[in-house]
T-cell receptor, first 115, second 114 residues
């Protein structure tokens, strides 16, 4: 079964500082990987996804993530945090081999930006 | 930009009552999903639906749950006899294809069972 682990349920960074949110996956084959963001009282919005093309994926709002097979990781980064980045971030995985459609989510990381 | 919509945004019901949560997926999408998020927990998959039938369901999706696409636009989740532990945010999602395709999520329906 596919799974993802998000290290750090809460992360705080200063405005302008680097954002690093960690996600490690468990899979016997390279999966498809996604990062979603959830702003307060809103639904989930896709930030970016990895579907076996380029390992460095650029998303919206200046975020990017790098798929590292050797580390089974897909960490999310942003060079300079903005106050509007405060939200909950979810890493998710799906299994291309099974041909199923479900996303399996991590437990989420709440990002706080310090002015 | 097309978006997934859900109604109602909030629903309060008594234990044992039936509820129907409604979703309007993006119009050219073919795959439809329900997920739920219990307060403070992670988002969990409930069911996927394609070609007018369930294609996958989780162990959470027991006989108390059902899904339907009654017409060309709506996608519904019915809980037959609600329990306290059904209190959660329910998200509908849709996608144009499988696996690598992006699932677009609605804003959710917050269900509170008393």
């Amino acid at each position: 079964a596919q799974s993802v682990t998000q290290l750090g349920s809460h992360v705080s960074v200063s405005e302008g500082a680097l954002v690093l949110l960690r996600c490690n996956y468990s899979s016997s084959v390279p999966p498809y990987l996604f990062w979603y963001v959830q702003y307060p009282n809103q639904g989930l919005q896709l930030l970016l996804k990895y579907t076996s093309a380029a390992t460095l994926v650029k998303g919206i709002n200046g975020f990017e993530a790098e798929f590292k097979k050797s580390e089974t990781s897909f960490h999310l980064t942003k060079p300079s945090a903005h106050m509007s980045d405060a939200a909950e971030y979810f890493c998710a995985v799906s299994d291309p081999n099974l041909g199923n459609e479900k996303l399996t989510f991590g437990t989420g990381t709440r990002l706080t930006i310090i002015p | 930009e097309p978006e997934v919509t859900q109604t109602p945004s909030h629903q309060v019901t008594q234990m044992g009552q039936e509820v129907i949560l409604r979703c309007v997926p993006i119009s050219n999408h073919l795959y439809f999903y329900w997920y739920r998020q219990i307060l403070g927990q992670k988002v969990e998959f409930l069911v996927s639906f394609y070609n007018n039938e369930i294609s996958e369901k989780s162990e959470i999706f027991d006989d108390q749950f059902s899904v339907e696409r009654p017409d060309g636009s709506n996608f519904t989740l019915k809980i037959r006899s609600t329990k306290l532990e059904d209190s959660a945010m329910y998200f509908c999602a849709s996608s144009v294809g499988r696996a690598r395709e992006t699932q677009y999520f609605g804003p959710g329906t917050r269900l509170l069972v008393l």
